[in-house]
């Protein structure tokens, strides 16, 4: 990822310009995607059970949580 100053970036896109070289794409969010953290309570047989799951599955625990959320939301929003 090249770097500019926002001046330049600015008047880059203002000429419309391909900026996508100086955008680190990764951490893009679109609106009402922005990330918040999110606290709960799990008993401890409920976390091996999720840490076992996410171990089989090859990802972390926090992707897994997300991932089910995700699932079970847009299941919900089907309805």
Known sequence: MKTISAE???KKFDDGEDI???LDWSK????GQELTAVAFD????ELRVLDTEAKRLGVS???LL???IAERLSSVGQR
């Open 42 to 45: 799990l008993t401890v047989g």
């Open 61 to 63: 625990r926090q992707d």
């Open 28 to 31: 893009a969010r679109g609106p």
């Open 8 to 10: 330049e970036l600015d």
């Open 20 to 22: 996508s070289e100086y």
């Open 66 to 68: 997300q991932l089910w």
